[in-house]
């Protein structure tokens, strides 16, 4: 089993950047894809973006391309997310996600994700 806390949110003014940290534990070494994914209040579980660390491919949901950046060290079991150009609408809880399912291409569906950290908020005043 993989454990997974993420760090980095908080309230920051539409245009501003944040990044995130997911620091994994455990069995990581089992682990093939980490991802983001988020969700606002009253909504679904959001993709936002996901790695393969056999490939290094990378996926974005389509609100969030040219802005946001994965990258990760899976050696040191850490994944971060940055995010720029932050819109109101970017306010969520953001989680971190592994998979231990092997793919060249990362899995962008949420099921595909059997581990999952607590998530961090973060909130774009206007």
């Known amino acids: 089993q993989v454990q997974l806390v993420e760090s980095g949110g908080g309230l920051v003014q539409a245009g501003g950047s944040l990044r995130l940290s997911c620091a994994a534990s455990?069995?990581?070494?089992?682990?093939?894809?980490m991802g983001w994914f988020r969700q606002a209040p009253g909504k679904e579980r959001e993709f936002v973006t996901t790695i393969s660390w056999l490939s290094g491919n990378t996926r974005y949901g389509d609100s969030v391309k040219g802005r946001f950046t994965i990258s990760g060290d899976k050696a040191k079991n850490t994944m971060y997310l940055q995010m720029n150009s932050l819109k109101p609408e970017d306010t969520a809880v953001y989680y971190c996600?592994?998979?231990?399912?092997?793919?060249?291409?990362?899995?962008?569906?949420?099921?595909?994700?059997?581990?999952w950290g607590h998530g961090t908020q973060v909130t774009v005043s206007s």
């Open positions: 455990g069995r990581t070494f089992s682990t093939s894809s």
């Open positions: 996600a592994a998979t231990v399912v092997s793919a060249w291409y990362p899995p962008a569906n949420p099921q595909a994700f059997a581990s």
